[in-house]
């Protein structure tokens, strides 16, 4: 079992930056893929972001390539996601995902792949 608790949420201004945290414990070593979705009211939750485990190969939809980074910290079992030039249409509620099927590795844009998910944290961008 893996649970994860995400942070850093908040209300920003449009051009502003945030950065999310997601927290890992349990069974940490299970995880091969790390990621992040997001989910406006009414709509479907979209692919973010996510990252190879061990060698850190990042993956980004054209929506958020160029402004949103996301990276992680091994040791501390943490990913986190960098979010610059913000803009209204990011807001959403954004959620930490983690997985444990290698499969992931080459389908980590899928919702579906992921075993274990964070509470989520709300990112508001006014314009």
């Known amino acids: 079992q893996v649970q994860l608790v995400a942070s850093g949420g908040g209300l920003v201004q449009a051009g502003g930056s945030l950065r999310l945290s997601c927290a890992a414990s349990g069974r940490t070593s299970s995880i091969y893929v790390m990621g992040w979705f997001r989910q406006a009211p009414g709509k479907e939750r979209e692919f973010v972001a996510a990252?190879?485990?061990?060698?850190?190969?990042?993956y980004y939809p054209d929506s958020v390539k160029g402004r949103f980074t996301i990276s992680r910290d091994n040791a501390k079992n943490t990913v986190f996601l960098q979010m610059n030039s913000l803009k209204p249409e990011d807001t959403a509620v954004y959620y930490c995902?983690?997985?444990?099927?290698?499969?992931?590795?080459?389908?980590?844009?899928?919702?579906?792949?992921?075993?274990?998910w964070g509470q989520g944290t709300q990112v508001t961008v006014s314009s």
């Open positions: 995902a983690a997985s444990d099927r290698i499969s992931t590795m080459t389908n980590s844009r899928g919702q579906y792949e992921y075993d274990y």
């Open positions: 990252i190879r485990w061990n060698g850190g190969r990042t």
